[in-house]
């Protein structure tokens, strides 16, 4: 056991990644570090190259050349309602990285995430916990541009906007990831995430640790479930608390 994992340990975060070797086997398994979208899947032909290729090429990007690709980016059809894409906004090495799912009217319109009802819910999260918009935070999304409606985004939209997100947290390099809502948390797990019953627990994203909470917008509807996401805001302050004591 590192020490980091004693720690944790010891603070009664074990990590969760470790008990998918558990004999239990009580807990969801997160997979194993993720491949490059794309990479390592069965698809042949020609159009799994292509994909590929672009994996490959936004896996290089820098910031500039991620926020250039992103704005003119079409491959997926969300790009076709869309005013603008929304990379994300913040510190560009934070220790926090907060994902919700995609922009909303309000963010279509401005450019930057959570900049709405959803948003002024999230920057009072943040400020509960002592954080603050682009201060040691960066706030993205599983897609970049608004679906229609604000309905979910489906699988094949999710997928093929992951490198970008894949590409942010290397260029961020965050502690502690923060999965607001299920879309979001599936995406960046790879498998299907249920909220409720993730809440509390540590999962791994390549070797970041990870906590899942529900998504500000549907806190808006229900008040009740308030309480829940602010325990899951300690879980993941007590957790970064636990990452720097070890760091230090
Ligand atoms: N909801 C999200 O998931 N993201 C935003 O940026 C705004 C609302
Ligand atoms: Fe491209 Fe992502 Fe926008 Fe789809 S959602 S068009 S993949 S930037």
């Not at 920057?123 to 682009?134: S, T, V, Y």
């Not at 993730?198 to 008040?223: C, E, K, M, W």
Request: hydrophobic residues 40%; proline residues 7%.
């Amino acid at each position: 056991m590192t020490r980091r994992e004693s720690i944790l340990r010891e603070m009664g975060l074990a990590p969760l990644w470790r008990l998918r070797d558990s004999p239990t086997g009580d807990s969801p398994s997160p997979p194993a570090p993720l491949p490059l979208a794309g990479e390592g899947s069965v698809e042949a032909g020609a159009a799994g190259e292509v994909r590929l290729e672009r994996t490959r090429r936004i896996a290089a990007m820098g910031w500039d050349e991620l926020k250039t690709s992103v704005a003119e980016c079409r491959d997926c059809r969300l790009c076709e309602k869309r005013k603008q894409a929304v990379l994300g906004v913040g510190e560009l090495e934070a220790d926090w990285l907060f994902v919700g799912e995609g922009p909303g009217a309000d963010e279509d319109e401005r450019g930057e995430p959570f900049v709405g009802q959803a948003g002024q819910l999230l920057d009072a999260m943040l400020a509960a916990i002592d954080l603050k918009r682009g201060n040691k935070v960066y706030i993205g999304n599983a897609v970049k541009c608004r679906p229609p409606g604000n309905r979910t985004p489906e699988a094949e939209e999710t997928a093929a906007c992951f490198p970008y997100l894949q590409r942010q947290i290397e260029l961020i390099r965050p502690k502690l990831i923060v999965a607001l809502g299920k879309p979001a948390a599936e995406t960046l797990l790879g498998t299907e995430v249920k909220v409720g019953a993730s809440r509390g627990r540590l999962f791994d994203y390549r070797g970041i640790p990870l906590v899942v909470t529900y998504h500000p917008a549907y806190l808006l509807r229900s008040l009740t479930e308030k309480a829940k996401a602010w325990e899951d805001l300690c879980f993941a302050r007590r957790t970064m608390q636990g990452l720097n004591d070890v760091a230090r």
